[in-house]
């Protein structure tokens, strides 16, 4: 992609409604633009950063043998009149009317429709286990929206649920999706800590949240310093722990740190089968009522926890499989020197037929310009084309994350970028 044919509409001031880094950031960069309160337009370059978290919950879902369909997101009131959540979820829950007067919902989160689609769908035990998510627009009707696409009214969101014969299956596709998710953050280049949780308005026994560690983090979570122990502060809590107690696992003691939810996942058991009828017939032909797990990332949020985790003071620093490109190349002067140009347009075109993602620098700016954009959207492997280097047979490389660059021969740069910048499974171009 060239620069001149890309939306690319960095800022050079930050917004004054912008609190969070993350926010000022992805307003700077160009990532999302405001509609109304809690509502963002995602441009291209935030758009291709949201579409690599996608990559990677799909990959990740996939490999679980989970199965990706897609739910409405307007529901109708009948299906959560009978789970009793269409008085009990809030005013977070938009409610509207069609021109038949009929009720329906903008949908937070989808146990109701899944529920009815199971009770439906799912006649044997020999159906199961069976696990299906969707990648969709949600909706919250959150009374102070606020943090850009962290706090958001509409959000970008995995929603999983599996469907079990018994709560020992069901423990098992937990697990399964714990790991899944630890995979998740971990390829997202987040630090991060899974935590025991309370179930909220979703429901269910069990629940675990993957936070995000981040000063920036809405949520206090206790941790042992020496052990696995990680509780959100409600839990803790509940359990009589505070800060500097010993941690239950016996394993050091335990500290506070402030968390971003990325995810959570919920063992429901039969709240909403019950609720609903959803059963199955079992190997003895006896009607059964299905176990049910739900499984939820916020895609959305993510992209910013990452950048909460992964900036500097010149702008955002890409993990590289989240980056909106893998490369950029910035010629010098290209507009006055042929030369610079062809060596530009030619490692452009070597580097996309190898299926690298590549950004070239082509507008007629002053150099410090491009620099300051180019740090500022933050690509993870820059390449930089000048006379002078060229007249030594180099190039020079930049990685984003490191202070200093180096020169590299031109006859081994394909082989350097191979060798450190990442191909990906997708087709990015």
Sequence with gaps: MRTSHFLLATLKETPADAE???????????????????????????????????????????????????????QPAELWEETARWEKYGNELLKI??????????????????????????????????????????FRDEIRPRFGVMRGREFLMKDAYSFNLTEESLKED???????????????GLKFRAVAATTGSIGGNISHEFQALADAGEDVILYSDKGDYAANIEIAEQAGLKEGDKSPDGKGILKTARGI?????????????????????????????????????????????????HHDEHGIIWP????????????????????????????Y????????????????????????????IGIPHRIIIG???????KIEYKNRA????????????????????????????
């Design 402 to 429: 490191k202070k200093d660059a180096e020169l590299i021969d031109n006859d081994k740069v394909m082989a350097f970028l191979k060798e450190h910048a990442c191909h990906f499974s997708s087709s990015r171009t």
């Design 387 to 393: 006379e002078r280097n060229l007249d030594q047979g």
């Design 320 to 347: 590289d499989e989240l980056a909106p490109f893998q490369i950029s190349i910035i010629p010098m002067a290209m507009y006055k020197s042929a030369r610079v140009k062809l060596a530009a347009e030619s490692l």
């Design 97 to 138: 009317t069609d021109r038949h007067e009929h009720r329906f919902c903008y949908g937070p989160t989808h146990e109701e429709v899944i529920t009815d689609l199971a009770r439906r769908e799912i006649k044997s035990y020999k159906q199961l286990p069976m696990t299906l998510y969707q990648i969709q627009t949600k």
């Design 261 to 309: 939810e990325v995810g959570q996942v919920f063992q429901l058991g039969k709240k909403y089968s019950d609720a609903m009828n959803a059963t199955v017939l079992d190997e003895k032909g006896q009607t059964v009522t299905l176990f049910m797990g739900c499984y939820g990332v916020g895609v959305s949020r993510t992209v910013a926890a990452v950048i909460e985790q």
């Design 174 to 188: 937990y697990q399964i999706m714990y790991d899944a998710y630890t995979r998740i953050f971990t390829r997202c």
């Design 20 to 74: 969070l880094v993350s926010h000022q950031l992805m307003l700077r960069a160009g990532m999302i633009r405001k509609l109304a309160s809690g509502i963002y337009n995602w441009l291209p370059l935030g758009f291709r950063v949201l579409k690599n978290v996608e990559r990677i919950v799909r990959e990740e879902m996939d490999k679980t043998g989970a199965q990706e369909f897609l739910m409405p997101s307007i």
């Design 349 to 376: 075109k070597q580097l996309t037929e190898q299926g690298f993602s590549v950004l070239l620098e082509d507008r007629n700016e002053r150099a410090g310009t491009l620099f300051s954009d180019h740090d500022l």
